[in-house]
């Protein structure tokens, strides 16, 4: 039996009134999702338990199996993992967005999407700023893709990290719009993370990298925003829990530590940007070929999260139509005519609602279809229809026993 999980990430949002009461998925144009909903199950599920953080890193662990009450330590950590870092046992990373604050408020929680070499020049300069203000190999900036990077903090001689579980810290994509003074870390190592941040403001100000930036009238990188902290967590395998081999296909770093902190094989796709110009087609041909290595492939799309948290409606709708027409139907017109058993399961990790453009804890319709899975004969798959077949799993991260049992 071969499966695929596709995963268009924060697509599910709420009624929204410029689409006559409409949710995304429901307005877009999406006839495979909704064929295949006839053709198999469809429900609601809730991935994010109410005592952790609504977020990607949370849901995704969710719908990848693995009980985040059990497993989430944290964003950063899982980001971590997608760069093989090795962090010592009183180590701690932090997640470290490139953002754009103006008069106080959050313009830009990826500052206008910046470039990953923009970003990496930008995280260099800030290094070479502080690096002789603590022990040698104490701090260091670590460059991801496009405006995701990561602060590592290491315990080392003349050095303990001041972070603990009682650091507070909030996700930058959570006040677009609005004003942030108040929301800056707290707790413990709050002032340390508050003078790196400060000190980015100064780094940045005259660097080239904005300079260019605002020549050619985009929102310059004013700072970086610290959050997500957390150690390293201990996951058992995919393999060892469910006994089948998998494949993840992401442009998003978060997923890649997922998949590599379960023993999944990352599989890179060129022209994948975790945003609405992605290579959907590309990576639906490569789960295609990754099918006849592994047991199970997930392909996680990002372009209706980033979409959502754009307030864009237009480009929200246009990412769920490419990821049906681009993603879902050709990957299963190829296990469909394979004429080997098969399963295919589809759902959002959480919702991204176009209204507050940040995660919400609500449900998210979910959709089984393959061999052995019975047709509950819904008319379409969105929020409505799988909220009406009383389908309901409060801990979504047990669908993934049950789509491989």
């Known amino acids: 039996m071969k499966y695929v999980v596709i995963i268009p990430d924060g697509a599910a949002d709420e ?20 064929k295949l909903a006839g053709l198999g199950q469809i429900g609601v599920a809730h991935n994010v338990p109410k005592n952790l953080p609504a977020g990607s890193d949370v849901a995704n662990l969710s719908v990848l ?10 964003r950063a950590p899982l980001e971590a993992a997608a760069l093989g870092l090795k962090l010592g046992p009183n180590d701690w990373v932090v997640r470290c967005n490139m953002t754009t604050i103006i ?7 990826s500052a206008g999407q910046i470039s990953s070499e923009e970003q990496h020049e930008l995280l260099t300069a800030l290094q070479d700023a502080v690096i002789g203000d603590y022990p040698p190999g104490a701090l260091e900036f670590i460059s991801g893709v496009g405006y995701r990077g990561l602060l590592i903090l290491r315990e080392v001689p003349g050095f303990t990290v001041p972070l603990s579980q009682n650091t507070r810290t909030f996700a930058p994509h959570d006040y677009t719009d609005q004003r942030v003074w108040h929301v800056g870390p ?54 060892e829990t469910y006994g089948k081999t998998g494949a993840m ?12 902190s379960i023993g999944f094989d990352n599989i890179i796709v060129p022209g994948a940007t975790g ?77 991204t609602p176009i209204r507050t453009k940040t995660h919400s804890y609500d449900t998210v319709p979910w959709l089984m279809v393959g061999t052995g899975v019975p047709a509950c004969g ?24 049950e789509l491989l049992s």
């Open 65 to 74: 199996g693995c009980n985040p009450t059990l497993y989430y330590t944290g």
């Open 186 to 239: 707290q707790g413990a190592g709050g002032e340390l993370l508050l003078e790196l941040m400060d000190k980015s403001i100064d780094v940045f100000a005259n660097h080239p990298v904005n300079k260019k930036r605002i020549e050619q009238g985009k929102p310059p990188a004013t700072n970086v925003w610290l959050w997500g902290q957390g150690q390293m967590p201990v996951i058992p395998s995919f393999k």
């Open 378 to 401: 819904a008319a379409s798959y969105n929020e409505k229809a799988a909220a009406q077949t009383g389908q309901y799993r409060e801990e979504g991260w047990k669908l993934m026993g």
């Open 275 to 351: 945003f609405i110009d992605t290579n959907f087609s590309g990576k639906a041909a490569a789960a295609i070929e990754a099918l006849k290595t592994h047991d199970v492939v997930c392909v996680h799309l990002e372009a209706t999260d980033e979409s959502g948290h754009e307030g864009s409606v237009e480009h929200k709708i246009q990412s769920m139509e490419n990821i049906d027409s681009k993603v879902v139907a050709p990957i299963w017109e190829a296990l469909s005519s394979s004429g080997e058993p098969f399963r295919m399961f589809v759902t959002p990790d959480h919702p």
């Open 15 to 34: 009624p929204i009134p410029a689409l006559n009461n409409k949710t995304i998925i429901e307005a877009a144009n999406i006839p495979c999702l909704n």
């Open 103 to 109: 008069d106080q408020y959050m313009r830009s929680f």
């Open 249 to 260: 296909i992401t442009a998003v770093d978060l997923l890649r530590g997922i998949a590599n």
